[in-house]
């Protein structure tokens, strides 16, 4: 039986905190050291000028255990998985809760959107959880743990899918799934300040344009009708990671494990699997 890759993930989070080296930190040896009472002073060409310094606080250990909280480690497997999964599947777990019908092909847009709508590097204009693109459809996905949703949340889809539109034309399909723990969902429209799945363009009134970034509050000004446009076309939903989970387990009911395509999506839909089941505030009961 195979090793379930999620664990691969984790070892190269191992591997990186053992040789920080590998991301750009280097170590300062206890010789260039000087020790006086409860102080340290080293060397300043040892230190960046222009940030801070930083110290290991935890064991690997802890770190680890820290993380498996997190709600951004979880989305580097999303995306990761995401990247990799067949239309099929993409169809299935994201359009579908949407009711939208999009058999694709989907491509998964992830930091490439700075170059892609000239951003620039100055600005952390938006980070979204996932964003697919086809021909028919713009679907955003927003990973919910512990943090509450708000409105200026949906900002950053809206001013995607506005951007991508400007750049590859209208679409049919605009969508905003949100994935969260069951617990959450009876509160979920409530905080962003709807009533239920239903959005227009009187969202717009919700949000506080002093917490966009500079790029999104141009564009909401400077391109307002775009943005209702959008707007008025977006479909919302929201389901449980344990409903997301099982919809994932279905796909893998029907997979064939003598096939060699099956065999590779079972794998990879099994660790993703594993490691909703075992990150922690998904609220899943294994």
Known sequence: MYSSWNRKYWDIIRNIYWTPRYIGFSSIPQKHWIAEGDRVCIP????????PLYAR?????????SLAGQ??????????TFGIASDQVISR??????????????????SEVRERYKWGLSENVTQQDGFFVSQA???GVELKLGSVSWPEQIAKYVALMTWEEAQTG???????????????????????????????RTYLSLLNHSKLPKTLRLLFEDKRPAVVNVLDRLRLSAISWTSFRGKINAIESELDATHQGDQTLQRLLSGFRTQLEEHRGTGIVR
Do not use: M
Not at 93 to 110: K, M, T, V, W
Not at 174 to 187: C, D, M, Q, T, Y
């Open 44 to 51: 300043k060409d040892s230190t960046n000028p222009d940030g």
């Open 170 to 200: 209208t679409r049919a399909n605009l969508g905003l799934l949100f994935i969260a723990p069951e617990k959450s969902l009876s509160s979920h429209w409530n905080n962003i300040g709807l009533t239920g799945p239903t959005i227009d």
């Open 137 to 139: 459809s713009l679907i």
């Open 57 to 65: 606080k935890l064991k690997y250990d802890d770190l680890k255990s």
């Open 93 to 110: 777990l994201i359009c579908e809760p949407l009711q939208i019908s999009d058999p694709g092909p989907f491509l998964s847009l992830g």
């Open 71 to 80: 709600e951004e480690i979880l989305n580097h497997l999303f995306n990761l």
